[in-house]
């Protein structure tokens, strides 16, 4: 009998893309924080942070999108949904929760999968 367990279905409604760019996030006691992106979609980021933060801890964040020449700088609140301790920091999984409009537009464009190429 194989004890395996079935792989799991993505629960993400939106795509995610890698995006490794310097982030700075300020906590709910105007502590600021310097981290690293590592990957985004329109209903959230995941980070690397120098600490632990708790789930349901709000952050004001700032980072540039390159997606045009010079960056987009994205301003955001998002709430933690997790904070885990690997190499390099914390892997700390946010969720937009006040986000402009064009901005979340802007990443989701930037997230979407190219086309594949035909030959």
Do not use: Y
């Not at 792989?7 to 996030?25: G, N, Y």
């Amino acid at each position: 009998m194989d004890n395996a367990s079935p792989p799991k279905p993505e629960l993400r409604r939106e795509f995610r893309r890698q995006l490794q760019v310097p982030l700075a996030a300020v906590d709910e006691l105007g502590q600021r924080l310097d981290g690293r992106t590592a990957d985004i979609s329109a209903s959230g980021l995941g980070c690397m942070l120098p600490t632990q933060m708790f789930t349901g801890a709000v952050l004001m964040v700032s980072f540039s999108l390159p997606t045009r020449p010079g960056g987009q700088v994205v301003h955001a609140r998002a709430r933690v949904m997790h904070s885990m301790l690997q190499p390099g920091g914390f892997r700390t999984g946010l969720l937009w929760t006040e986000i402009a409009e064009e901005a979340r537009d802007t990443i989701r464009s930037f997230a979407r999968p190219a086309p594949p190429l035909r030959l």
